[in-house]
């Protein structure tokens, strides 16, 4: 089910704590539960991922890309 990006996260937990392997592991579970996209890239922020979200209007969904760091 989608949320809303206003809604907020109730997080029981700090994920910004877990091992980088759960990290991973934590953000394919979001993916997964196909929460909205800009909730997914503030908590993938959280966890120290660089991503960008836009809103692709030809396809009419949202599109993740990484963001490199020079």
């Known amino acids: 089910m989608a949320t809303l990006a206003a809604t907020p996260i109730v997080m029981p937990f700090d994920p910004a704590s877990l091992p980088l392997e759960l990290r991973r592991d934590y953000l ?17 922020r959280r966890l120290g991922y660089v991503l960008g979200c836009r809103w ?11 963001i490199v760091l020079h």
């Open 28 to 44: 394919q579970t979001l993916w997964s539960a196909d929460v909205d996209p800009f909730v997914f890239v503030g908590t993938a």
């Open 56 to 66: 692709d209007a030809d396809a009419g969904m949202p599109v993740l890309n990484p």
